[in-house]
């Protein structure tokens, strides 16, 4: 049988107890010190032509979305990035040879380095997204350079798997409840069923390759509190309030508030590995760098190779018709899901059931 595309370099393997309790301890005293943490949509999303690329709902094309559609209280914040931790009290997590020796022996690798590290934080909320993988990372294009979206549709069209750096991702939930907040994967590929790592969830997850793995945050906390609030946006912001409850707040204005017992936190290591000093050298000595005006060129010759209609863009990054062509070609999704969590129905497909 061929193999699909986005399929992870091996399963996910659960672990329990990934942190020590000094090291939890830490975690959460810097989320709840360094706020105010933006919202994950509005870190990575100017429009809906940009998030549609990465997880468009299934049957959704052709359908008019707006942003609002797809909003949720779900928050983020970057606790290094680029290989530099950016506190001073997780220092030795970002650089724990636990976690890289983790995702080095997933790839079978001889070298790595953090690159990575980042945490959600999500109020109760429904499960609106349909199931996306991670960004990308290629030998002069990553994370902290490309937009997310870009990133999506340069895996999907598997036209740069020349440049792909090997990537592991150690993710480790904390959500004190069993009702759904799951997370559902599929490591057999999109169109294959899918499994579940299921709550309740302390300090436990998996060490993952979910850069070529579909997944999805199931909805979490208690339903009758799941409706996204009144007034948030892109802009919307979460900071504690004290130990044991969560604020989110537009423009000012507090629109919400959670106890930190409906809460559910994941923590995303991530680590570049290499297979050998030469693969390690390539990398870092730049001998075989991706632009991004590459990948454009690289797509754009193989939208006319496929004889798919488009305008020329002056703006590849910027030109939204440009962007929902490149969805539209090489447009994959998951199209099986478990029975006992399934995707909650956006607004617009709420009002066209």
Same mark, same amino acid.
Do not use: C
């Given at each position: ?15 329990? #107890? ?12 810097? +989320? ?12 990575? =999303? ?55 020796? +983790? ?16 945490? #959600? !934080? ?11 993988? $991670? ?9 902290? #350079? ?24 150690? *993710? ?6 069993? *009702? @759904? ?15 579940? +790592? ?39 912001? *979460? ?39 030469? $693969?390690?050298?390539?990398?870092? @000595? ?9 990948? =454009? ?5 193989? !939208? ?10 002056? @703006?590849?990054? #910027?030109?939204?018709?440009? *962007?929902?062509? +490149? ?27």
């Amino acid at each position: 049988m061929k193999r699909h595309p986005i399929t992870p370099v091996a399963p996910p393997r659960l672990l329990e #107890n990934v942190f020590s309790q000094d090291e939890v301890r830490r975690l959460f005293e810097v +989320l709840r010190t360094r706020g105010p943490w933006r919202m994950v949509a509005g870190i990575y =999303f100017k429009t809906v032509e940009e998030l549609l690329a990465i997880s468009m709902p299934l049957g959704g094309e052709g359908r008019e979305y707006k942003m609002s559609d797809f909003l949720t209280p779900s928050f983020r914040g970057f606790l290094g990035n680029n290989g530099m931790p950016y506190e001073e009290e997780i220092h030795d997590i970002f650089y724990s040879k636990k976690l890289l020796d +983790l995702v080095k022996s997933m790839h079978g690798a001889q070298y790595g380095a953090p690159f990575l590290f980042q945490f #959600n !934080l999500s109020g109760p909320s429904h499960g609106l997204e349909h199931g996306h993988f $991670d960004g990308g990372s290629w030998r002069g294009m990553d994370p902290t #350079n490309t937009p997310a979206w870009l990133m999506n549709i340069m895996v999907k069209s598997g036209l740069f798997d020349a440049w792909a750096v090997k990537a592991g991702q150690v *993710i480790t939930y904390f959500y004190d409840s069993d *009702i @759904d907040g799951g997370f559902t994967y599929w490591p057999d590929g999109p169109d294959l069923p899918p499994k579940r +790592l299921v709550p309740p969830f302390d300090n436990n997850g998996v060490l993952t390759h979910n850069q070529r793995m579909f997944h999805r945050g199931e909805g979490s906390g208690p339903r009758e509190l799941r409706k996204a609030p009144e007034g948030i946006s892109l802009t919307s912001v *979460i900071e504690a309030d004290g130990a044991d409850s969560w604020v989110v707040s537009t423009d000012g204005k507090p629109i919400a508030r959670y106890a930190h017992r409906h809460m559910r936190t994941l923590f995303h290591y991530d680590a570049h590995v290499f297979t050998d000093m030469t $693969d390690v050298k390539r990398y870092y @000595d730049h001998t075989d760098d991706l632009t991004r005006d590459m990948a =454009f060129d690289i797509m754009i010759a193989d !939208l006319k190779r496929r004889g798919v209609p488009f305008e020329m863009p002056t @703006d590849p990054s #910027n030109d939204q018709a440009f *962007i929902a062509v +490149l969805t539209r070609t090489y447009a994959m999704r998951p199209t099986v899901y478990p029975p006992e969590a399934m995707p909650d129905l956006v607004g617009a497909d709420r009002e066209a059931a």
